[in-house]
């Protein structure tokens, strides 16, 4: 090998490691927040980033007027080039409801999830929101503050058929608000 093609080598070696190692140290959050921008969205909020592993995230954000509110969730995955938006899903919340509710399949999306169900609670009586699954597995939904006075609740899994579950609102006294199945 000529001494020429052994300098290029070393040079394009050189310039990949310190390529992966700026991606590697490089900050999630404004890439995943870039990334949001990209939808082009009127007004939009993000409430949370919610990390499932090093390469995969949920954004739940809102986004639009009061009167005209939608909450979603967009799915970002991490690859060589960086954070990228993988899929998406929002719709506008129901103020006839203490419990706004959604659902989305991530199979397509992710590696190791499958479910997610999500929305925001609109009544702020609501402490707690409990998931029971058709085949009868009960769980606990993680409930997330954001701006100070809003929540929204979620529940991902892995494997577990979320669709047709009941999802149930409850007080801090553990009174039943409100209760959904879809």
């Not at 300098?7 to 190692?21: C, E, F, K, Q, R």
């Not at 995230?57 to 009061?66: D, L």
């Not at 606990?140 to 006075?149: G, Q, R, S």
Request: proline residues 2%.
């Amino acid at each position: 090998m000529s001494k020429k093609l052994k300098i290029v080598l070393y040079l394009a070696a050189v310039l990949l490691g310190v390529y992966i190692t700026n991606l590697v140290l490089r900050d999630d959050i404004p890439e995943i927040e870039k990334g949001m921008n990209s939808l082009h969205q009127p007004m939009k909020n993000i409430a949370h980033i919610e990390f499932l592993d090093e390469n995969q995230a949920i954004v739940f954000y809102e986004w639009g007027h009061k009167e005209n509110l939608h909450f979603g969730s967009v799915f970002f995955r991490k690859n060589l080039l960086g954070w990228k938006v993988v899929g998406s899903s929002s719709s506008e919340l129901s103020h006839g409801y203490k419990l706004d509710w959604s659902f989305s399949n991530l199979e397509f999306h992710f590696s190791n999830y499958t479910d997610l169900i999500r929305g925001k609670i609109l009544d702020p009586q609501i402490e707690e929101v409990n998931v029971k699954t058709k085949g009868g597995n009960k769980y606990k939904a993680k409930l997330i503050e954001y701006d100070h006075t809003e929540k929204f609740w979620f529940l991902v899994s892995n494997g577990e058929d979320l669709t047709g579950s009941t999802i149930t609102g409850l007080s801090s006294e553990g009174e039943i608000i409100e209760q959904i199945t879809q």
